[in-house]
């Protein structure tokens, strides 16, 4: 009996290669960090599942028609998962939190995602907890509060459950996308449209009926959709798999940090606030949070005594492996 070939995920890139996945992927949470600023501006107040569902079905119909392939096997409820993970429960939470928290707040929460992610990593991928790569991580969250916090900053209960949940979601999600690889034959754009769709039909019943469509969609209104579905969604999301193939899960983690940075800098040209000095050290201390999580700790070469080292430089008779009789397969 033949067995089912099983399909690797892929094997990590090398330095050259990882540096340019690396700041490709970090493209992605710095257009997310779009999403608090259009969520505010251009959408109509109050409709966080319509918001949710034209941000992820649209796309996700668009995807499914440029890959041309539908999931198989496992895959139909695997993308019912991740698809509810990373979107269909993360988007709603996202527009939730930034409806009732003041944008700082709702980023601070956001940022705590790299860790959710590394403590998910020990138990579902089974690695070893990276102690250098969670205390960055809450480095990087100190570093945000300090730029998006402010004396002012409103703490609402509703929001704040949100943005942790919204957090633990998407970690989730992330974690089990490492895990679950892609499956032969499908492309990054054909794995965002199975999961894009898959939320947009997880929300659509809960958007029509508990939101409805909001009355009046203006032409702000349908930019701001467009901005959030074929680039905060289709596009981002084709990187953001791709990223997390060929790069570690909570490193890649770790440049969500971008995220709330990005949204504070829009906040700042649009108010025309100017950044104080304990913003720009939280800039500081939350980019090189970001950039040391891409690095894993050196460490020192175990040292070997020199007889040992005699002794195991000139293998023996013994030591040497038996070599097999060479067998003709043609």
Not at 108 to 123: C, D, E, N, S, Y
Request: proline share 8%; hydrophobic share 55%; glycine share 12%.
């Amino acid at each position: 009996m033949t067995a089912a070939p099983t399909i690797p995920r892929a094997s990590p890139a090398p330095t050259g290669s990882r540096v340019g996945w690396t700041a490709l992927t970090a493209i992605v949470p710095m257009v997310w960090g779009t999403t608090y600023i259009v969520t505010t501006h251009l959408l109509p107040e109050g409709h966080p599942l319509f918001a949710a569902l034209m941000r992820s079905l649209p796309a996700g119909l668009i995807a499914l028609v440029i890959a041309q392939k539908l999931p198989h096997g496992s895959w139909w409820w695997k993308s019912l998962v991740l698809g509810t993970l990373n979107m269909g429960a993360f988007f709603p939470l996202l527009f939730v939190a930034a409806q009732h928290l003041p944008g700082g707040v709702a980023a601070t929460l956001g940022a705590a995602q790299p860790i959710v992610v590394a403590i998910l990593a020990v138990a579902i991928l089974h690695e070893k907890l990276s102690t250098w790569r969670v205390c960055w991580g809450v480095i990087g969250v100190i570093g945000v509060a300090m730029v998006v916090l402010g004396p002012g900053a409103g703490f609402d209960a509703i929001g704040i459950v949100a943005g942790l949940a919204g957090a633990a979601s998407m970690g989730t999600g992330v974690v089990l996308t490492k895990k679950w690889g892609r499956p032969e034959g499908c492309s990054a754009i054909g794995l965002a449209g199975w999961q894009l769709t898959a939320a947009g039909l997880v929300l659509l019943i809960p958007a029509l009926v508990i939101d409805g469509v909001p009355p009046g969609i203006d032409g702000p209104a349908i930019l701001g959709y467009a901005w959030l579905g074929l680039v905060g969604a289709l596009l981002t999301y084709t990187i953001w798999f791709s990223g997390i193939r060929r790069l570690p899960v909570t490193a890649t983690a770790l440049l969500g940090l971008l995220s709330p940075l990005v949204a504070a800098i829009l906040g700042t040209l649009l108010a025309g606030e100017a950044l104080g000095l304990v913003q720009l050290a939280g800039f500081v201390l939350a980019l090189t949070s970001m950039v040391a999580g891409q690095l894993a700790p050196t460490r020192a070469p175990t040292r070997i005594a020199p007889e040992l080292a005699t002794t195991a430089a000139v293998p023996t008779s013994e030591s040497l492996p038996a070599q097999a009789p060479t067998r003709n397969t043609t």
